[in-house]
C-alpha cells in the first residue's frame, strides 16, 4: 500500500473513506493501515498531537511480517532441547545421532531430522551452527588423476582388489590409516575400520613406524587367535612410509603362512579409503587436532573406540556397528560400559 499518499491525504484531512475510495481498497483495509501507522507528536507549542507516519507503518509492517509462520515444533518442549543439547554439545553427537539415540531410548521425537537442521542453521536452536560436531557442510573436491605411487611400485594395487570387497558384501575387509598428534610428538594411533559394518580397531601405538604397525597387528591376532584370519581377511591402506613394509604386515605371528590380504590405494585418493575418513572425523570429536597423543593409554582408547562402536548411524537405520556385528571384541574384553 502506498503509505506516503496515506500520509499526504490524512494530512489535508481527507477523511478516511475518501482515502479508501482513491486507493481503491475497503474502507476496513485503509482503516487498519492507518491505526497501523499512528504515532504521537509535539508542536511548537509543546502539544501532543496524533498523525500517521508513512516510516512508522513501513517499519511496523516489516516487523510484523517476521512473525509469520507456525511456531517451532519443540519451542515449548524444554526438556527435549535439553536433551538434544546434552548429546549434541557434551557427548559430541551428530543432530541426525542424538535423534536416533532419543527414539531408541523411548523418548517421542516428533520432528524430523530436516526440520532439526533448518531450525539449527535458520534459528540457532536447538543449538548454534557452529557447535555441531560435524561443522558446516564442505563442497566436493574435484576427482584427480589415479596413479600408483611412485615409493610402492610392488604394492598389490587396488586396482586388483576382489569386488566382494568393492561392494562391502562380506564382513572382514578393513581399511587402515593412522591419527598423529602435533609436529614433534611421537603420539599415534592405529586405526582398522571394517567396511561393512564399520566396527572400529583403535591401538595405541609409540611411534609412527612400519615395526609399530606390525606390533600393533601382532596384538590383534593374539587377541582373536585362529579367528583373525576370518575377521581380517584383507586391509587396504594408503601408502605412507609406516605401511610399506607389505611383508611384516601380511605374515602371521601365530604360525606359517600370510594372516591377511593387502592392498594400496591410490595416491590422493581418500575416497577410496572413505570408511576409516569417517571414522577419522568421529575420533577427532573427541581428540581434536594439536592435541598430543603421546598420553594416551590403551584403556582410553578402548573406551573412545566402544562409544564409536555405540554411535547410532544413519547409514544403518539408527543403528549402531556393535548392534550391526558383536564378531569384534576386541575393546569389550574389559566389560565396560560405555554405550549409553
Known sequence: MPNNLIETRYKKRVSMREIARRLNVSHSTSSREIKRGMVTHIDSERREFRTYSADFASERHAENMTAKGPNLKIGCDHALVAKFKELIIDRKYSIAAARQRLIQDGVDVRVSQRTLYNYVYLYGFPVLPDQMVQGPHKPRRESVRKRLAFNNLRGVSIEQRPDVINNRSEVGHHEMDTVVGPR????????????????????????????SVCAGLDLLEQFYGARFKELFKSITCDNGCEFLDAEGIVKSCLGEGPRTSLYYAHPY?????????????????????????????????????MRINCYPRAIFGGQSSRSKTKAFGFHFRKKKEACQ
Request: some cysteine; charged content about 30%.
Open 269 to 305: 585418493c581418500a575416497s577410496e579409503r572413505g570408511s576409516y575418513e569417517n571414522a577419522n572425523s568421529l575420533i577427532r570429536r573427541f581428540l581434536p587436532k594439536g592435541n598430543p597423543l603421546s598420553d594416551l593409554k590403551q584403556e582410553d582408547v578402548d573406551v573412545l573406540a
Open 184 to 211: 614433534g610428538t611421537k603420539g599415534v594411533l592405529l586405526v582398522l575400520t571394517e567396511r561393512q559394518t564399520r566396527a572400529e580397531h583403535i591401538l595405541v601405538m609409540k611411534d609412527k613406524t612400519a615395526a
